[in-house]
C-alpha cells in the first residue's frame, strides 16, 4: 500500500510541476509581448526625439 501512495505522490507532484512550468512559460510570453508593445509604441520627447518608455 505504501509503494502505491507514494506511486500516486510522485505522479501528483510531476503533474502540479508540469502545470506550474506551463503557466510561467505563458506569463513570460504575455510579459514579452507587452514589452515589444512598450517598445514600439513608445513616445516623443519635446525635442522629437523618441524617449525611453522604462525607468531603469
Not at 503557466?23 to 525611453?52: E, N, P, Y
Amino acid at each position: 500500500m505504501v509503494p502505491l501512495l507514494l506511486v500516486l505522490l510522485l505522479v501528483l507532484l510531476l503533474f502540479g510541476l508540469g502545470f506550474a512550468v506551463k503557466l510561467l512559460w505563458w506569463v513570460a510570453v504575455i510579459v514579452l509581448v507587452v514589452w515589444l508593445v512598450g517598445f514600439v509604441a513608445r513616445g516623443t520627447g519635446a525635442s522629437g526625439a523618441r524617449s525611453r518608455w522604462y525607468r531603469w
